[in-house]
């Protein structure tokens, strides 16, 4: 996600600095981001070249990289104390007039502003996997933040071409609350026997012309995200998104879906 949300930057003009937890992964991301940019480039999304694009990409191991920043973006991984871990030291850094996002999918925006020092410029901005390719971000306002912060968060949005909602702070929000649901019930019809993985999403891609269907679209977010996003719903919202026992047992067996090869589809290694 950080990756794909570095992309949409850099192909709207802008100077982006990716911040990783070491070295390694650092060079991971920039590779990622530069692939990524490459196939834009063979594809005509954008005139500028490759390089002209990389020159105004930076990686970092230091939060301090962010000290001129005007927008950063949090993507770390779908948990509470390491969102509120990476949020609060990144705020650290940043200027008062600094705006401050996180691309959470499911926590409550109210409880990470709850812990910063400046919550009147903290959002959401939920950006959809992959980024490149969707049209949507979720911009999710907490009760703390400046009106003035969502229109800029609007702009920024259309800014790298995308198309913004404006929902206020809720359990899941609007996407994932409904993308969960669905998502859930199709495991709940495989876990039944009802029919196989491959016609379920078949089903929805031509019945009701979902571009990708609810399982394939699970395997791409990942098995363990979509279980923790649910667990989180379950506990706010009610037994409605109790994890299915099928959706567990996959996650502790390690088939989490393309990132590991195998989820409710079998994933090539590209």
């Known amino acids: 996600m950080g990756a ?14 990716v911040v990783e937890r070491d070295d390694a992964a650092a060079d991971a991301a920039r590779a990622r981001v530069l692939d990524s940019v490459a196939a834009s480039v063979a594809r005509g999304t954008t005139d500028e ?7 105004r990409l930076r990686t970092a191991t230091e939060v301090a990289a962010f000290g001129g ?11 509470l104390d390491l969102k509120l871990d990476a949020l609060t030291r990144v705020e650290a850094v940043l200027g008062a007039d600094a705006a401050l996002a996180s691309n959470t999918s ?3 925006i109210d409880v990470l502003a709850d812990r910063l020092e400046r919550p009147r410029r903290f959002l959401g901005m939920h950006f959809f996997n992959p980024v490149p390719a969707s049209t949507l971000v979720e911009v999710v306002r907490g009760t703390a ?14 800014a790298i071409g995308k198309t ?8 899941g929000f609007a996407s994932s609350r ?7 019930e199709a495991i709940r019809m495989l876990e039944e026997g009802v029919a196989s993985a491959e016609d379920i999403d078949t089903a929805m891609v031509l019945g009701y012309k979902h571009p990708i269907g609810p399982l394939r679209l699970t395997d791409l977010v ?9 667990e989180y719903l379950a506990g706010e919202l009610g037994e409605r998104f109790e994890p299915p026992a099928l959706l567990r047992r996959m996650v502790a067996e390690g088939k989490l879906g393309r990132k590991t090869g195998e989820g409710f589809h079998v994933w090539d290694a590209q």
Do not use: K, N, Q, Y
């Open 4 to 17: 794909g949300i570095a992309h949409a930057f850099l192909l709207a003009g802008s100077e982006v600095t």
């Open 49 to 55: 070249p490759a390089d002209t694009l990389a020159a």
């Open 69 to 79: 920043a005007d927008l950063v973006v949090e993507a770390v991984p779908e948990d």
């Open 106 to 108: 499911s926590i409550s």
């Open 145 to 158: 933040t400046d009106g003035t912060l969502v229109e800029e968060a609007r702009g920024w949005v259309d």
């Open 164 to 171: 913004p909602i404006v929902v206020h702070d809720a359990p």
């Open 178 to 184: 409904l993308g969960v649901a669905l998502g859930l």
């Open 222 to 230: 990942g098995l363990d995200v979509r279980l923790g996003i649910a």
